[in-house]
């Protein structure tokens, strides 16, 4: 059974920083793709970051150059720095990995961006 679990939300000023990790657990195959996606109430979740096994990046445009996103393939885990935070990147933020043909949900972690 894969788990998938999501840390580091929390209630940060505009301009702030934080780092959200999400960790795989359960399997011995190889994560394909790691991302983290967001959702905003009444908005459909939409990507944030991604990495691939090789390490190609992909961002959504309105967080290029503000957030960076990492893995740590021993310990199957991702990572996501968030800088320059604005008040739109409030959303709970969720973790997705895929393991073979499977994609796997985290349970969603909460972000808050107070102005």
């Known amino acids: 059974q894969v788990q998938v679990v999501e840390s580091g939300g929390g209630l940060v000023q505009a301009g702030g920083s934080l780092r959200l990790s999400c960790a795989a657990s359960?399997?011995?195959?190889?994560?394909?793709?790691m991302g983290w996606y967001r959702q905003a109430p009444g908005k459909q979740r939409q990507l944030v970051a991604a990495?691939?096994?090789?390490?190609?990046?992909n961002y959504a445009d309105s967080v290029k150059g503000r957030f960076t996103i990492s893995r740590d393939n021993a310990k199957s885990t991702v990572y996501l720095q968030m800088n320059s935070l604005k008040p739109e990147d409030t959303s709970v933020y969720y973790c997705?990995?895929?393991?073979?043909?499977?994609?796997?949900w985290g349970q969603g972690t909460q972000v808050t961006v107070s102005s």
């Open positions: 997705n990995v895929v393991i073979g043909p499977r994609g796997y």
């Open positions: 990495i691939t096994s090789s390490g190609n990046r």
């Open positions: 359960g399997s011995s195959a190889s994560i394909n793709f």
